[in-house]
């Protein structure tokens, strides 16, 4: 019996000319803008290609369906997001740790520009595609970078960090954050919820930095 032959497999392009990275960039802006106004009952491949202004073969040359799309979305939010943590870290609007700490809440608190239907959409879509671990590879390299940077040079205002202890303080504030949008609490973006994280955090720092020598296993 002759082998089955399987279909060959449809390479994506890659944006790699700025007139494509355009094209992209207003695919994922229509996604966000569609998601945001009827959140993911309303999210189809055309109607994001639509208002993006581009054919639905154009988009299908950059995300395989509206999955890949998604995640895409995620990931590009993310990136802003943690570009933003990255200078909260730096101190360079408040040196403090309550400043950065607070700087880098505001920041995850309002990722996604604000778009609170889009992120929760979002959010949903990667847990229910398990696509939470692949996604969150580069913000566990990002807070490890962190957690080695903190304790000398310009961060040494912030107590150096183990493995065990990035983990905790990290799923615990971005653990609230998630339960805050997806349960569509009101408070979400309000001053008083960030003082609660910013108090959650701090106070976690404030106990390792009093009493540094405990739990410090990182084999």
Do not use: C, W
């Not at 944006?15 to 094209?23: G, L, V």
């Not at 189809?44 to 299908?60: F, Q, W």
């Not at 960030?194 to 009493?211: K, M, Q, S």
Request: proline share 4%.
């Amino acid at each position: 019996m002759a082998a089955r032959r399987q279909a060959p497999e449809v390479k994506r392009r890659i944006p790699r000319q700025s007139r494509a990275a355009e094209t992209v960039a207003a695919i994922l802006e229509g996604a966000a803008q569609i998601l945001e106004a009827g959140g993911l009952a309303a999210f189809t491949t055309n109607a994001v290609a639509e208002r993006a202004g581009v054919s639905i073969g154009t988009l299908y040359q950059y995300f395989a369906d509206k999955n890949a799309l998604l995640l895409a979305l995620a990931r590009r939010e993310m990136e802003v997001a943690l570009a933003e943590v990255g200078r909260a870290l730096k101190g360079e609007a408040d040196p403090t740790i309550e400043g950065r700490v607070r700087a880098m809440a505001r920041a995850m608190i309002h990722a996604f520009r604000g778009r609170q239907r889009a992120r929760k959409a979002v959010v949903q879509a990667i847990l229910a595609q398990g696509s939470g671990i692949e996604l969150m590879a580069p913000v566990a390299a990002f807070i490890a970078a962190a957690g080695a940077q903190v304790g000398s040079g310009p961060l040494a205002v912030l107590p150096a960090l183990s493995r065990e202890q990035v983990f905790v303080v990290s799923r615990a504030t971005l653990g609230a954050i998630r339960a805050a949008v997806l349960e569509e609490q009101p408070f979400l973006r309000s001053r008083a919820f960030e003082d609660e994280i910013v108090r959650l955090a701090v106070a976690y720092l404030g106990a390792i930095t009093a009493d540094p020598g405990r739990s410090r296993t990182t084999a």
